[in-house]
């Protein structure tokens, strides 16, 4: 009949709908794995080792991460049009990548990884599967979220000029944000938390000034 | 089914006779039930004025605003608690406990404030219930606060305890800080000791969440205000710091 | 110090309640073992065994009930006025007491047990260990619950006049309770109950009804 | 921090004045706000009393039942909503509506049941507020209970003539309880239209699902009752039944 | 600086997407007028209205939902690819109004309406902008809930040929969804409901059965 | 029929309290929106640019203020005796507004800014449409809750005067809310966390002065 | 370090559990799978087809099943003394195929299942891997919810002796489970819903046995 | 009968269970009741106490724990292979046990109590029955809770080398526990909450540190 017809390709449909949504998680679980590694090595930078040496252990990741998007994009391909139907999918170990990419690239760098820097970095320049936009945000809340805990371990370990370096960033990129008109939504209730990064970072530096110990250091690299 | 409704038989009328001594009872139940529950509501409006009162102190006013304070308190014991004893006439103390216990709790937090900052020491339930009994009619059983609601009271106190510290730490009293954290403390032990043997401990669960999280503020407040005073201490430059800092734990720990 | 005192007190006086409540807990527990007991005898009266019968094994465990509510009431004279404070610890077994008890008055005499008969029944008249109002009126309702089915099990079985009398008994009692001012309480739910059972024995009367069967009366006793 | 506390300058008194007329202002609206939820709850009561005098009507008493329903819900008019008209003085109607809108809905729903059950018909908002005007100082503008209210209350209503229906069922009453069934769906469609476009629509929701419950406790009363009718009708032998059926069809679908 | 030149970019991509969705919504509020609109018709079904009164109603509604779903479809065109990141938007109205045009579709001819019909009856049928099938299959449950109270209100009014034909139609609906593999999400929830709906039609079926109700009545349309 | 008729009415009026809300709910949006230009450029004052500088800019805003209130006293005047019908749809944007004002208020004159000076600067003085107390004293608090930060960030940038200014003032300020009586609601909430931004102020005062930082006033407007 | 060294043995240990569960609902899924399948032949009772047709179908997943619990049983012998630690992710699916194996074993039997009988069914007899009792119990408890539509299709499909026999059943089988003391728990409440089966059971039986349809039927096959 | 027969042999086992588990329950409300005076005398800590004081008081619980886990063990001998069959039931005492132990054993040592020390001080080091890893670990989780907590009392009362020594432990705890791959479950929840924890104690250093307080001490014992 008609309705056993129809049925029959309903089912077709939800199966492979269900394949495929097993084939993205599976990916999204080893990104979530790399980014386990990944987040490992930068907690040492809580710890006060050297940049150079927390960086290269965590940089390890990103070819790893590379490839797993990749992966992802081609299973995408497969379905064209349906890269929000399963976006949920991988949306929160995205945004993480996102924050450990950016808190890597600032340690670096001093500056903020743009969008098409972070697309890049994971391969996705030219393909038809890019980095959602929001996704890229939360992912710089995120790092954004773990700049206070940094600076206050950077100043128990003797450095006294980080706190000015970062409320430097983070007040442009708090100034960036607030030219965004954002919705009641998860990037908003992020976008809200920021302010009280700020607002610790900004007690920080107060503590190293008011101290005097923010003073009288005289080299910054010349990137910063 | 004309026959059953016509009937007026014998049998009949007792059971008529009997649901209406029923209704009756249920009717004067209820009507007290009601009399209590706004008794109890005038009680926790006043009790509060009563606390806000309290929460007017500093350094300076302490005598005057807790002299008032207590003056409102036993206002809210003349007026409204003696209506709500008049209220229960002396019986139902249990059947009609949840209607009158969210009263009596703000009560007994009131009450125990008070106490607390005129002498720095608990108020006892025993001394509570004691003030109490000159407000019924003395043919009835005078209406006796339950340990239960007394511990539900206690346990609020501790909040506006909390709120009271923070202000006194504001207002360079320290010392007053430090004795409430110790007494929260030792309210707070006691109470995690007795909390799983009360009556319908649900409430009290939270409340004791409720209350530990108070001793935790109280207990950051004192942490920053010594790191505030240390500093000050040792500002004066470090060669003395050893000496002073020897000295500010002697002196703290002797709080 | 005063205080430790005080709450050394308290320790005293909750264990003690908590004493209480476990033996008030274990009386309780034995009186919904004989009602249990109580029910089993009387469900063969759904499968329309002969009434006196019934009747006999259920009332067994009157002797049983009134034995358990006495002990009940000597632990509950240790601590004067505080019935109402472990009222909950035996309040849906005694539901249940009046509810069989009624059913077997009403077994045998057609009539509703009035409060005071039931208090009668389980000893408690002249004791200060009261049958509170509220669940006896519960317990009429549990009562109500179980006649649908009995009527319907009785017809079954070729009874055809039991629905014509526990439709006058029932009409009567809903037409009673009726007279109640209750509050949005347990008991008011229970009655809300009771219009269904009264309008299913009203259905299974008029099935027996119009088919002519309600004729053949006669063995009933004289009191109905 | 002496300096700061000892200081009484111009500006300090003026921020003082200004909140000692806040203080004013807020216990005066508290406690105006209290006197009102006591009045709600009163009214909320009694009309809850004139419901369960209504529940008390059968075939036989009907006349005499709603006369005295009437009566009790004149007095619950004169003495509590007149309580409640005079609490708010003609103002406040919608800042205090949280703190009243329990007993108005309860009287609401008190009001319409009693209509219904007289005339079969819905009590209209209107002819309930022009019954109100008279309660008031004819200096203040009167209560004019809202359109939300009404229609809370309404939803309310359905649930009672649910338990109306199936009484009026087993007292053998068919036709009234599809009357009541016709007019609960009436009102059912009516809510569900207006029901998205209501102020604060939560609670309407709630009420809209448990109107559809009892929208269908109803109608499943009625099915079971119609056919216990039917097999009255057709018991007599299966040679008519051809015939009574039709008859059947015909009857209900008159009602 | 590149820092703003991006956020500038991010704020006209958010505003853009923020005016898209608004108009989506504005759109699905329509629609959700017009089912509330059709709902209501239908609902006279229950009071036994002659179907063709009530569906004539209900129709009208079915022109402006058509228009509605074209103005949708053309929002979405203008930002191809992007159907699943808004679908949630019309998710829910699209369902109701598929468990109304099928609801009206199975009055009108006894059949279920089959998902090509539905995209027909909406103007969908060579568009781009398709009837999802898990919306489809959702509205149909929402369909079968209200099956139940359709019976047992056809019958009140004498109709006591309308449960088995609606015992037919849901037993197979019923067989057909057991086909699929659904996993442990809303469509699963509410198939799980649909067994509840076949029970409720079995009794009232077995209630007119017993009567001898349910004869063999002929002035049915062919075709039943 | 009469029902019928009322309930068209009822329609027309909910229809017409829909549009109402619209209208009231785009004019809060773009107080919204002015508000949050306002705060942008007090930020500044964060950043310890001159007073005179940061106010300017933000009172431009003020006017716009005015002009939306306005609007919004016209559209209420639509329903005479409703304002607290709709007053949850502007409620917290003139919440936000007033802690704004008063912050501002506090920056030019170092007083609090009075309830009534606040209805004269939205315009609001002789109308019918006033700013509810409870409004006022919540924006109050927010006010407060900006001062502990405000504090921090002038001493970094090298005002060490400014703690002994705030302090008095939020000293006086707390000990006027506490003649208030409040109940267990928003306000009450708000006011709790008043206690923390004294205690905070007092230690960045105690900062200052134990490092004999306080005495290099001078610079300060004489009103002080 | 120690320290290090006993998290190693933890990561170890944890991993191991993790694969032993992936594994165990692995099984657990198919079963599901074949139940299902069951289930849905057996379905067809309902539409009263003949009983050996129905079974024959059914019963083929039975050698399935078996050889699904064999691999659970070998699981668990990898790991002895933790069938309970694991019980959870097996046990509803258990309790399904308890119902099915009863029902179907009634069907042809007009007997109870027995527990050893079950075990046998699925090769548990002699292995260390058993039956849970109170999975047994409970699988026992989901046929009886089963029974009363049974009763109510049979009947409609005119097999009028079917409500004798199945209260018959019902009737000893609850008699059975009162003996039982049963905890507040899971099996206590479907215990506790057996009685709304029985219930339901009666009803019909007494629906067929006033209208005279129970009375003529007098061949019922010898096991009964 | 069989059916009969059978139930009295689910009766027993049903009652043995029963039994079985309500002498679980009574010891573990023992257990419970022990860990309640030791938590009690440990609150004294964060007066601070001296510890040996604090731990005496304490440590006269553990022979009462002692012998309540030799109660339960031997109990458990009863049933083997029912470990986890029961475990529910004494699992949260247990891992409130191991938190109280652990937390006394840092305050003596300043080591981790490994898992075979706490079995070891519960006597369950060469008995069957052992000590579950995920209740040890979760034991552990609850101690770290308490730590932050403590660092500030200690601070306040002049220990200003306290949160050095308690990062070093927590940062060390906190990385072993990152080795382990935890399900989405209980433990990895509690595990979740141990950063706010880290957090909250690095800031606390930051604090004496940034004072200058945190200075080399020389009074600590010789195993720190
Ligand atoms: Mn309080
Ligand atoms: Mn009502």
Request: proline share 3%; hydrophobic share 40%.
């Amino acid at each position: 009949t008609t309705l056993e017809k129809q049925f029959q390709d309903f089912r077709h449909h939800l199966d492979e709908s269900v394949g495929l949504r097993d084939r993205i998680r599976a990916v999204a679980m080893e990104i979530e794995s790399a980014t386990r590694l990944m987040h490992s090595s930068l907690l040492l930078g809580h710890q006060s080792r050297p940049v150079p040496e927390v960086l290269e252990k965590a940089k390890a990741q990103i070819g790893v991460l590379k490839e797993l998007f990749h992966r992802l994009a081609e299973i995408l391909l497969e379905c064209p049009g349906q890269y929000y139907r399963f976006h949920g999918d991988w949306r929160s170990e995205t945004q993480t990548v996102v924050s450990l990419l950016a808190f890597m690239h600032w340690l670096e760098t001093g500056n903020l990884l743009i969008h098409t820097e972070a697309e890049e970095k994971l391969g996705l320049n030219n393909s038809e599967f890019g980095l959602d936009i929001e996704d890229y945000l939360v992912g710089i809340c995120f790092m954004s979220n773990e700049l206070p805990r940094y600076v206050v371990n950077q100043v128990t370990a003797g450095d006294y000029d980080c706190p000015r370096k970062v409320l430097k960033f983070l007040t442009d990129l708090h100034a960036a944000f607030r030219m965004l008109n954002l919705r009641n939504d998860f990037l908003r209730k992020k976008f809200d938390g920021m302010k009280y990064d700020l607002r610790r970072v900004e007690e920080v530096y107060y503590d190293v000034k008011i101290r005097g110990l923010a003073a009288n250091v005289g080299f910054w690299p010349s990137y910063w | 089914p004309r026959m059953m409704t016509a009937a007026a038989s014998g049998e009949s009328s007792v059971m008529k006779d009997a649901f209406s001594r029923y209704a009756d009872y249920l009717n004067q139940l209820n009507d007290k039930r009601e009399r209590v529950v706004k008794a109890s509501r005038d009680i926790t409006i006043n009790s509060k004025k009563v606390i806000f009162q309290v929460h007017r102190m500093s350094k300076y006013n302490r005598e005057e605003v807790l002299d008032k304070a207590e003056k409102d308190l036993a206002a809210v014991t003349e007026q409204y608690v003696a209506r709500l004893v008049k209220e229960l006439g002396g019986t139902d103390f249990w059947k009609l406990r949840r209607a009158y216990s969210p009263g009596v709790q703000e009560y007994v937090e009131a009450a125990t404030l008070c106490k607390f900052c005129k002498t720095g020491t608990l108020l006892n339930l025993d001394e509570i219930n004691s003030g109490l009994s000159p407000l019924s009619d003395p043919s009835v059983d005078p209406l006796q606060i339950n340990v239960l609601d007394y511990l539900l009271g206690l346990a609020d106190l501790t909040g506006e305890l909390m709120r009271l510290a923070i202000g006194r730490i504001s207002d360079g009293e320290l010392e007053f800080a430090e004795k409430i954290c110790r007494f929260v403390r030792e309210i707070y032990r006691e109470l995690k000791l007795l909390a799983p043997s009360m009556d319908d401990n649900h409430d009290m669960k939270t409340k004791m969440d409720t209350m530990l999280q108070s001793v935790v503020k109280i207990e950051n407040a004192c942490f920053s205000g010594c790191l505030t005073w240390s500093d000050k201490v040792f500002s004066s430059g470090s060669q003395r710091r050893k000496n002073y800092r020897w000295l500010l734990i002697h002196l703290l720990s002797s709080l």
